[in-house]
Structure formats: structure tokens, C-alpha cells
């Protein structure tokens, strides 16, 4: 059974002394995506961490959509989002949009006006930014600070319909100019933005900023425990400032952790989409992203990210995972659920010259041996099999124990063979091998005559189905870089590579998303967007083995 409960950590340990203390007597979380990309990783374990409380508290989570930007927004995003949490295995207790919030926003902002905690001001943004001061000097106060109540609250149901463009006027919360925290000195709570809202339509050309809808919603939806990332802390004020002042019955509260932050990933919407724009990557659901769109396709699993997320729990300082890490828990949860089989990647022709022609015999081998519930398959053995052009070499190495000539091999699951003879092309190029077979070396018979050092895969070539391979490397070559550089100089041009082989004739059932272990290659799923009835195309997930230790 799967282990649902986090480990004690600091959040935790605010939760329990809000129940202890009477504050909360339900724990509601909320998860508030923007809905301006598709959601990666670090969201993820935003995700599990959230669900994953509110469960063990037994409370309830909300999907939030934060779409109070309607220039960034698609219904595309909204729709992926839904589907990648409950991919990973959540349904949320309700489905929320700050949207549906905008007339109390409005009224509470209106409120503001009244209790002459807000503005409406006429300087541009530059000028806003000039005024604003810098964090060795206090701003200066704006002229428009002195208005009065009833001149801002005409301004601002002006700005509500539509008499200003864009940029000519916002509304700024009245804090304190000299504050020491710069998201203090009245920051500005609502521009005018005369776009259509995926979810609201024409109706408002006036928007909310995310500092002072965010914590408006939380108090909305009575959550208890806003959980955000670190670069958050420093507006925890304006968060709670605006829940004072804006007289909300409930009463959230925020708490910042460390966000995730991967070795060789871009972990940014922004330059994930970058990538998608520049053509570095065919989409959000490249198996190359870190996505969780991408992630899915590529073959990850929803219980390999849920044992990640929950492995690296969550702490107040920033540190950086090893994204063998992840690739660590997805071999642990395929290693006994995925099936056995073989493939040649880059296929070499074999002729057993001893073996009689047109005879096809069927051989048994286990299709999980880790799993030996899941049974046995049967694989077709012929005169005409293909191998691996890597298990095979003219003029080897010493130590090499594969096929050369005058050497002598054990096909798994099969026989032994014996390289006699090889055919080339007229450029010198190998592309046959003649061989012989042991028939009395057949494998699962008990034989124990001589041994063989080199064991190699094979799949028969009568009857075998061809695929395409699609091999993965790490997209982003390093993490660090300077601020004067742009991350596209470390993407790596070798994060993909296609090539042409193989599979056994069984894989004529394989449908996407179905995981395989091929034998030496690693773990593979099957696209389920390239693959079609004529062609199958396996993504590598990760291969077999890495030097990574828990």
C-alpha cells in the first residue's frame, strides 16, 4: 500500500499548533495554478504536498485557477491542468477560479477607497517605479496620494467602465512609502487591461493584481493554510495587510517552503515556453520537458512522482535535487510492474546456417522474473534473427565477451551460437553475420556442458515488428549559469536521437502508454502520440541502471 503520510516537518508542526490551539478546527489547503502553461515538476510537488496535508489532516483541497491576467491566459491551460493533477492521482474538493471572485474583489477594493486605504493614481509605470524608491532609500509619496475618497471612488467605477486605456490609470493600496519592504510602499492592486477573459468574457476591463487577489481568494474559499513558495515571503505583509484590512470573515494564513529546484532543468514557465517558441522542442508535451505532460509521455509514472515529491519534502532553505533522484523512484515502481522483453535498437542480420529453414519453434521465457505472477510469454526462434551491431565486433578488444568471429555467445532464451563467417558489402561495411547454433545448449533445458561468458538479446526476423526508438538525453547540459546568459546556450543538441529497429512480433498488442523493460536498454513506453497502427514509436523512459544511491 502506498504510504500517503509526510514526514514531520516544519509545516506540519505550524498546522499542529493552529489545531492545538483552537485557530483552525478544519484544515482546507488550495492548489492556485496560473493558467499561462502547462504545469512541470515544481508544481508537482506543490501538488502532493497540499493534497497530501489536507488528507492526513483529513481536510479538503481546492484547485484555484489564478487567472486574474487575461493577456496570459488559454482555456488550453485550464483544461491540461485539470488533467495532469488528476493524473497524478488527486480530485480536489472544489474547482475555483479568481474569476468568479471579481465583483467582491471589486467591492472590497471599493471598500478600500472608502476607508481611504487605497488611491487611484495617474503616474505611468516608469514614473510608479521612479517614486517607489530603492531598497537603501524610502519612496516618495505620488500627488494622486491626497485625492479624496469620493474623487478615487468616481475614478475608479470610471476605470471599471471603460473610460481610460490601458495604462493611464491604476489603483494603489495607501500603506507607507517608507517601508523597509519595498512590496509595501503602496503597491498597485488593480490595472486597467481591455482584453477578453477566457472565463469572464467582455465583462471587466479592470483586473486584480496577484498580490491582492491571492490572498482575497484564500479568504474566500476559507482556506487555512496558504502554502507558496519562498520568493513569496517577502509579500507575506501585503498578504496579510490585505486580509486585515479588507475585513474578510476567514482568516488564512500564508507559509513559504524552499520550491523545487532540479540539476539540468529548466524549472521556469517562461523559458519552458521560450523553448517551445524558438523550436527547441515540438510542445508542452515534448517527452524532453519536465512537464508533467511531458513526463506522462515520456512514461513516468503518477506513483514514481508522488514517492519523489513526498522523498524530498519540503524545507525553508533553497538546495538542489539530483534529477537521478527522480529517475531513481520511476525504476523502483516500473522494476515490478513492467514487462520483459527484447528489442534490437540498431539491428545487425544473423544467418544460423545449421538451423533448419523455414522452421519457427516458439520458446518460453518469463515475462517479469522480479514478478513471477505475471507469467510467461512465448518468443519465435528461426534461422533469421537479428542482434545488436554494438554485440558485435571484427577485431575486439580483450575482455570483449560478445560476438567475433570464432566466438561463441548465448542468445537469451535461447541457444548458443558461433560466429563463422562475415558478410560485407562493397564498402567494407558489415551486414550479415553467418553463425552456427548448439541445439543441445537450448536454454531452460538443464544443460551444463560448457560455459559462455557473453549473453546478447535477439529478436527473430521473420516475424519481427519494426519500431522507432526514441533515446533521450538531459535537455538544459548544465543548471548553473550567469545572469548576463541566456539558458538557451545550454541546451544540449543531442537530447534526442531516433533510430530504427526491432521488436518482438508480440509488441502487435502494445498500446500507448504501455511500459516495457527491454533487456539491456531500459525502460520504454509506448508514444501515444506518434504511434499509430502502422507504426510504433517507444519512448526510453530511463535506462536500467545509474550510479545514483538513495
Not at 507575506?236 to 486580509?243: D, G, K, Q, S
Not at 514557465?269 to 511531458?294: A, F, H
Not at 512514461?299 to 512522482?305: S, V
Request: charged residues 30%.
Amino acid at each position: 500500500m502506498e504510504n500517503k503520510t509526510t514526514s514531520s516537518n516544519f509545516i506540519k508542526n505550524i498546522i499542529n499548533e493552529d489545531l492545538k490551539s483552537g485557530e483552525y478546527n478544519e484544515i482546507v489547503t488550495r492548489f492556485p495554478p496560473e493558467p499561462n502553461g502547462y504545469l512541470h515538476i515544481g508544481h508537482a510537488k506543490s501538488i502532493v504536498l497540499n493534497f497530501d496535508l489536507a488528507d492526513e489532516y483529513n481536510g479538503k483541497t481546492n484547485l484555484r485557477f489564478d487567472d486574474t491576467n487575461p493577456l496570459k491566459e488559454d482555456q488550453e491551460f485550464v483544461d491540461s491542468i485539470k488533467e495532469d493533477v488528476k493524473w497524478l492521482g488527486y480530485e480536489w474538493e472544489n474547482l475555483c477560479f479568481a474569476s468568479n471572485y471579481f465583483d467582491e474583489m471589486y467591492d472590497r477594493a471599493v471598500l478600500l477607497i472608502k476607508k481611504g486605504l487605497a488611491y487611484v493614481e495617474d503616474l505611468s509605470v516608469d514614473e510608479i517605479r521612479e517614486y517607489r524608491g530603492t531598497l537603501k532609500e524610502p519612496g516618495k509619496e505620488s500627488p494622486s496620494r491626497s485625492r479624496s475618497v469620493e474623487e478615487n471612488l468616481d475614478l475608479f467605477e470610471r476605470m471599471k467602465n471603460g473610460e481610460f486605456k490601458n495604462g493611464e490609470k491604476v489603483l494603489r493600496a495607501k500603506i507607507d512609502m517608507a517601508s523597509p519592504n519595498i512590496n509595501m510602499r503602496d503597491p498597485v492592486i488593480y490595472r486597467i487591461s481591455h482584453a477578453n477573459h477566457h472565463n469572464t468574457g467582455d465583462k471587466w476591463c479592470i483586473y486584480p493584481m496577484y498580490a491582492y487577489a491571492h490572498p482575497l481568494e484564500d479568504a474566500i474559499e476559507g482556506v487555512t493554510h496558504s502554502i507558496c513558495t519562498l520568493e513569496f515571503e517577502d509579500q507575506r505583509p501585503l498578504y496579510n495587510w490585505v486580509v486585515e484590512h479588507s475585513e474578510v470573515e476567514a482568516k488564512p494564513k500564508q507559509i513559504e517552503f524552499a520550491r523545487l529546484n532540479l540539476t539540468n532543468t529548466v524549472m521556469s514557465k517562461r523559458k519552458l515556453k521560450q523553448l517551445i517558441d524558438e523550436n527547441y522542442v515540438d510542445g508542452w508535451d515534448d517527452p524532453r520537458m519536465p512537464t508533467i505532460s511531458g513526463l506522462r509521455r515520456r512514461g513516468f509514472t503518477p506513483e514514481a512522482i508522488r514517492a519523489f515529491c513526498r522523498e524530498i519534502g519540503v524545507a525553508k532553505s533553497y538546495s538542489t535535487v539530483d534529477v537521478q533522484m527522480l529517475e531513481h523512484f520511476v525504476r523502483e515502481d516500473l522494476k515490478l510492474k513492467s514487462p520483459r522483453t527484447m528489442a534490437v535498437l540498431k539491428p545487425l542480420k544473423v544467418v544460423i546456417t545449421n538451423y533448419p529453414e523455414g522452421q519457427v519453434e516458439m520458446l518460453d521465457a518469463e515475462i517479469n522474473p522480479e514478478n513471477p505472477e505475471m507469467g510467461t510469454r512465448q518468443i519465435p526462434f528461426s534461422r533469421e534473427i537479428y542482434i545488436e551491431q554494438e554485440d558485435f565486433m571484427e577485431n575486439p578488444p580483450k575482455k570483449y565477451f560478445r560476438l567475433f568471429p570464432g566466438n561463441e555467445v548465448r542468445l537469451k532464451h535461447a541457444y548458443f551460437i558461433k560466429c563463422e563467417d562475415v558478410i560485407k558489402d562493397e564498402e567494407g561495411n558489415v551486414i550479415e553475420l553467418h553463425c552456427t547454433y548448439d541445439p543441445e545448449t537450448k536454454s531452460g533445458t538443464g544443460f551444463t556442458g560448457r560455459k559462455v561468458k557473453g549473453t546478447i538479446h535477439w529478436v527473430e526476423a521473420t516475424n519481427a515488428k519494426s519500431a522507432e526508438f526514441r533515446l533521450y538525453d538531459s535537455l538544459i547540459v548544465e543548471n548553473e549559469e550567469e545572469e548576463s546568459e541566456s539558458f538557451l546556450d545550454h541546451v544540449n543538441p543531442n537530447s534526442l536521437e531516433i533510430v530504427n529497429g526491432f521488436v518482438e512480433p508480440n509488441m502487435d498488442e502494445a498500446k500507448a502508454q504501455d511500459k516495457y523493460q527491454f533487456f539491456r536498454h531500459g525502460y520504454f513506453n509506448v508514444d501515444p502520440k506518434e504511434t499509430t497502427a502502422e507504426k510504433l514509436v517507444f519512448n526510453r523512459i530511463v535506462s536500467l541502471k545509474s550510479s545514483f544511491k538513495l
